[in-house]
């Protein structure tokens, strides 16, 4: 199993930038994906960011492109997200995912093997 750890949520004005962190523990496997997802008030979830294994494959949600960069950082073991140029519509749940998968044009809610618990970022106007 994996367990993932997210940090780094918060409160920010529009136009503020905030960075999430999520610390994975836990069985490695040789492909995987490590994602953002995030669910607003009365919102399903939907996939924010995500990143493969190797770190040369990464997707973003239109509404983010531009704005938000996934990272990871092999030797701490953890994946960021980098929220720039923030919007109240960015205000939701943040949840760190671990995804058994190759491509990361596929990952879904249905996909995702393990959750966070996920941390709350809020964007006031």
């Known amino acids: 199993q994996v367990q993932l750890a997210e940090s780094g949520g918060g409160s920010v004005q529009e136009g503020g930038s905030l960075r999430l962190s999520c610390a994975a523990s836990?069985?490695?496997?040789?492909?995987?994906?490590l994602g953002w997802f995030r669910q607003a008030p009365g919102k399903d979830r939907e996939v924010v960011a995500a990143?493969?294994?190797?770190?040369?494959?990464?997707r973003y949600a239109a509404a983010v492109k531009g704005r938000f960069i996934i990272s990871k950082d092999n030797a701490k073991n953890t994946v960021a997200l980098q929220m720039n140029s923030l919007k109240p519509e960015d205000t939701a749940v943040y949840y760190c995912?671990?995804?058994?998968?190759?491509?990361?044009?596929?990952?879904?809610?249905?996909?995702?093997?393990?959750w966070g618990k996920g941390t709350l970022v809020t964007v006031s106007s």
């Open positions: 836990g069985r490695t496997f040789s492909a995987y994906i």
């Open positions: 995912t671990f995804d058994h998968d190759r491509r990361t044009e596929t990952i879904s809610t249905r996909s995702v093997n393990y």
């Open positions: 990143i493969n294994s190797g770190g040369g494959g990464i």
